[in-house]
């Protein structure tokens, strides 16, 4: 399934230069995520009910274009690495101008994490079935996991 959000940006995102600050892509980002999880039915409610949540390990940004400001973008979601039971998750947004150029790509990996025990878990099956047929990036790749 695509994912893809589209956004009016806000004077607060850009910086002295008249472009837009660079941890605002990271903000978008997060947000297209939270809205991925809202539109195919997981809402803050079912994170607190199911003592789970996503956590980032790394964040990593590719800036390609500037966005200037007035400028409206758009952001995908894409699966690019996924374990074999769902418990950590790669997942790649891809920013867009107005115009429709890529302006960034911004790359995280992550996983799900008890919220009582405070330790990486497997999610419930609601939340591996949308990453699971969630659209992959052509790289695609399954996370191997060490023995423990």
């Known amino acids: 399934m695509n994912f893809t959000v589209q956004f009016?940006?806000?004077w607060a995102d850009f910086d002295a230069n008249i472009h837009m600050r660079h941890t605002a892509y990271n903000d978008y980002a997060a947000e297209a995520r939270l809205r991925f999880f809202n539109k195919f039915g997981i809402t803050i409610h079912d994170f607190t009910k199911e003592k789970v949540?996503?956590?980032l390990f790394e964040e990593n940004t590719k800036f390609f274009k500037e966005i200037h400001l007035?400028?409206?973008?758009?952001?995908?979601?894409?699966?690019?690495?996924?374990?074999?039971?769902g418990e950590r998750w790669k997942i790649q947004h891809e920013v867009f101008n107005s115009q429709g150029k890529l302006s960034?790509?911004?790359n995280v990996y992550g996983a799900w994490l008890d919220l009582v025990k405070r330790k990486l878990t497997v999610p419930?099956?609601?939340?591996?079935q949308i990453?699971?047929?969630a659209e992959k990036t052509t790289d695609f790749k399954e996370i191997p996991l060490k023995s423990e």
Do not use: H, M, W
Request: proline share 6%.
């Open 8 to 10: 009016t940006t806000r």
């Open 53 to 55: 949540g996503p956590i």
């Open 70 to 85: 007035g400028e409206d973008i758009s952001v995908n979601l894409k699966i690019t690495g996924l374990s074999a039971k």
């Open 104 to 106: 960034a790509v911004i």
């Open 124 to 128: 419930p099956e609601k939340f591996q």
């Open 131 to 133: 990453f699971n047929d």
